[in-house]
């Protein structure tokens, strides 16, 4: 939808210090949701005739879940009221469709506009002449509501998302205000399918042969009910947050405020939003009540970065006002086509009112009810996940700065009710997303109950008959994921605790190798690797590619078991593992020796080590060689998939080129404007006047490829794991391999979180490597430095020390002990 007649922007985008692109760094216990807000008491229910089936069958395909069912539900309850209120509002959410009666009139009615990705939302009603003194009915014949589509595991949500809820409440006040609720939605409610006489609605109707609603639970109850999109029009019920207890909140002002259309009313005080105004006195005056959309007084708040959360309005008047808000992650998005569309909010006196939660940079504000309206502030109610940055990256190249410091925000937005791929969309559980963008969380922030809580959400309860996210490759990327978080933190209890699932996940996965132990996709799910032709479907090399990935989980499940000391699972999982790369260099490898010419399946290769080091050269002249080197190339790949590659190249012995190519590609983002990392990305491709309308992803293009994606954060880890070198080699960093490479750089240093203490490493180039390492107690380091072709041995804080060929011009010293250790080439 556009923005009718705006006036040209401010000069110039915003640009935000790289130290303070997170405005979300120190967040207090006092702004947590748990300090703030109690869960609101009203419940979801539903007809028990229609509750989608429990855990037992979650796999069955979601598409099957839905259905085209609009037939009528039918629910009444009964109430007492004492004394009369003053004023008594209705909320109804849920339905696509319903007629409300309270003791038999007929108090409102509604159909939604179903076009944009919004599952519930609100509708409310004066019910004040409505009701009684003493005994009351509510009744409300709806269809169910839209369709979400979100496909996380709990049964609760799946059944939220396929529009299979109702919440309702009445309050004894006027519209917008917060009131313990006269009667509301929970287990009290009855509920049929059954077509009903005319006289269903009335007080006296005899409901006894109905049956009991289905309680579903209090809509702010699970960690699930807040994902996908599926809530996001429950911004409109009186106090609700849906929130998880962990979250934290923040305010931020507009860092600026363009765009500024009078319509056909009077904006005063507009440059009072944004920048560092002290004096909010923004006054919007209409010469009608109402005035229609197109002709509403306007403007746009940019916040100077992507942010999550949701718009806050705070009214200084003594009658309601109501605005529409559109949200995007570019400025483009947020007036052309936002991704949630035009959202009403009704502002009532002296009231606050929000906005829905979602990802965003900029935020169109129509003002289009209310005579004269006074706002003590519009801004953004912030949501983010406490953590501190604890790991670190700086060098001598300002640039690689700022794409690490942007990757580890990237994850940061991500990190919300669970880690997400995305806070715009789908703002769900991907475990290929996390596989990426944990490495990032790992290497910054250290975290574990986020972590370890979407990494079990992700397997599902016990047992485990279907694929993780129904993706083949998906479940393999479960392993690796755990693998990785495992060698980062060493927690046995958390190990112990997916031990059997691990193990059921791995024999599952096994089902869906061929007798020649090729992968086949024999369990009929959906074989995924990347967003680009042939890596997205049942053709040769998806299948090669999600071969490769295979082996890695079955080689790190075996890891996995072995450290459990459970010897006959992980020997179990050895075998599959050398059968599988045993079935791939038979059948998979080309005439050149290599894994076809496709980037995606050869990186895979060399990363799980199905690839040999004699096969290196092959894959590289025929594959790799040429990453970034063309102008154009017509196959896509995703910044998720460039991890993997660019990795696969350090590996291969040419990070010097990875590092050009991450120039390209994750710098080519930085300098169109990125504050996060996009969805999808290619530096060739035509943009036009318009870079968020030309990017591609999810076999789609345009405003709703997301701008900040966890799975495009690999920058980050791969600056940690290749410049400074830093890479655990056994559980919880008691054994770290320590090889840094400055490919160029003049210097480089930072810090790694472990559960033992930081981990820091420094390296200078100054006639040779100098590299500083403070040592935590508990780890052991195996430091490998450039010594070149001299033959030269290392010193140790001065001294000589023993020391051994490392490959690559380098030699290898042992580290033991915390301390500060200087390695030095000996002359």
């Known amino acids: 939808m556009a923005v009718a007649q705006m006036g040209n922007p401010a000069n110039g985008p915003t640009k935000i210090p790289d130290a303070d692109l997170d405005p979300a760094r120190n967040l207090a216990q006092s702004q947590l949701e748990s300090a703030l807000h109690q869960p609101l008491p009203e ?119 396929f529009g299979r809820v109702l919440a309702a409440m009445i309050v004894p006040a006027a519209r917008g205000v917060q009131a313990p609720p006269l009667v509301m939605s929970d287990g009290r409610w009855k509920a049929t399918l059954q077509a009903q006489p005319k006289d269903w609605e009335m007080p006296e109707f005899d409901d006894s042969g109905w049956s009991a609603v289905n309680d579903l639970g209090g809509i702010e109850s699970s960690i699930d009910l807040f994902q996908g999109n599926a809530d996001a029009g429950m911004y409109a019920w009186p106090g609700y947050d849906g929130i998880s207890p962990f979250l934290a909140h923040y305010n931020l002002r507009a860092v600026k405020v363009s765009h500024v259309y009078r319509g056909v009313g009077k904006i005063d005080g507009a440059q009072s939003l944004g920048g560092n105004a002290t004096n909010t006195a923004l006054t919007v005056t209409l010469p009608t009540q109402e005035v229609p959309l197109q002709d509403a007084p306007q403007l746009l708040l940019d916040f100077g970065r992507e942010v999550t959360g949701r718009i806050e309005l705070q009214s200084a008047s003594d009658s309601p006002a109501q605005v529409v808000v559109q949200y995007g992650e570019s400025e483009e998005e947020a ?140 479940s393999a990327f479960w392993i690796t994921a755990e693998t990785e978080y495992y060698l980062h933190f060493g927690s046995m209890k958390q190990l112990e605790s997916v031990h059997s699932r691990m193990v059921q996940l791995l024999d599952y996965m096994a089902k869906d190798l061929n007798q020649q132990n090729l992968f086949s996709d024999l369990s009929h799910a959906w074989p995924f690797v990347d967003w680009s032709p042939g890596m997205n479907g049942y053709d040769a090399q998806t299948r090669m590619a999600t071969q490769f990935e295979y082996y890695a989980a079955f080689k790190d499940g075996a890891y996995l078991l072995h450290i459990l000391h459970d010897k006959n699972n992980a ?154 070198g830093i890479e655990p080699t056994a559980g919880g960093f008691s054994k770290v391999s320590i090889r840094p490479d400055l490919m160029g750089l003049k210097w480089a240093r930072g810090s790694e979180p472990t559960p033992h203490g930081l ?32 033959g030269a041995g290392l010193k140790v804080n001065g001294k000589p020390m023993p020391s051994i060929a490392a490959g690559g011009g380098r030699r290898m010293v042992e580290l033991r002990g915390e301390g500060h250790y200087v390695v030095t080439g000996a002359s």
């Open 43 to 161: 419940h979801y229910i539903w007809t028990k005739a229609d509750v989608l089936p429990g855990r037992e069958n979650l796999a069955t395909p979601a598409s099957r879940m839905g259905g085209e069912d609009l037939g009528p539900h039918y629910f009444r309850r009964a109430f007492n009221v004492g004394s009369l209120p003053e004023h008594a509002t209705l909320y109804v959410a849920g339905p696509r469709e319903a007629r409300i009666y309270v003791n038999g009139k007929k108090v409102g009615e509604f159909a939604l506009n179903l076009d944009i990705p919004i599952g519930i939302r609100v509708y409310a009603c004066d019910v004040t002449g409505a009701l009684r003194s003493g005994k009351n009915v509510v009744a409300i014949e709806a269809e169910r509501g839209p369709d979400a589509t979100n496909q996380n595991e709990d049964w609760i949500s799946r059944q939220q998302s």
């Open 335 to 474: 007036i052309k086509q936002p991704y949630l569309g035009a959202d009403p909010i009704y502002l009532p006196p002296h009231g606050t009112a929000f906005g829905p939660k979602s990802a965003f940079r900029y935020a169109v504000v129509r003002f289009t009810g209310g005579r004269e309206t006074r706002f003590r502030s519009i801004r953004l109610d912030g949501i983010a996940y406490p953590v501190k940055y604890q790991g670190s990256f700086e060098s001598s190249d300002a640039e690689l700065n700022k794409m690490w410091a942007i990757g580890a925000y990237t994850a940061h937005l991500c990190m919300q009710d669970d880690i997400w791929d995305a806070p715009k969309r789908d703002r769900r559980r991907w475990i290929g997303d996390l596989d990426v963008s944990g490495r990032t969380i790992d290497d910054v922030f250290g975290d574990h109950f986020l972590m370890e809580d979407t990494l079990s959400r992700l397997i599902g309860a016990a047992p485990v008959e279907q694929h993780v996210n129904e993706i083949p490759g998906y």
């Open 571 to 724: 020997s179990r999982m050895e075998a599959k593992a050398h059968a599988l790369m045993a079935a791939a260099q038979h059948s998979m490898l080309d005439a050149q020796g290599s894994f076809g010419s496709r980037w995606q399946p050869n990186a895979y290769a060399v990363l799980s080590g199905v690839a040999g080091k004699d096969q290196y050269a092959a894959i590289w002249k025929n594959a790799l060689a040429d990453v970034g080197r063309e102008e154009y190339h017509p196959y896509i790949i995703t910044p998720y998939y460039n991890f993997y590659v660019v990795s696969a190249m350090a590996k291969m012995g040419h990070p010097d080129v990875a590092l050009r190519w991450i120039r390209k590609y994750w710098g080519g983002m930085v300098q169109e404007g990125a504050t996060s990392y996009w969805e999808g990305y290619d530096p060739t491709w035509y943009k036009g006047m318009d870079f968020h309308e030309s990017l591609q992803a999810d076999n789609m293009s345009g405003f709703a490829v997301s701008l900040a994606h966890g799975w495009s954060s690999g920058v980050t880890p791969w600056l940690m794991a290749q410049m400074l």
């Open 759 to 790: 981990l820091k490493v420094s390296i200078r180039n100054s006639d040779g490597y100098v590299t500083a390492i403070d040592l935590p107690a508990g780890v052991e380091a195996q430091v490998a430095v450039p010594v070149g072709t001299n």
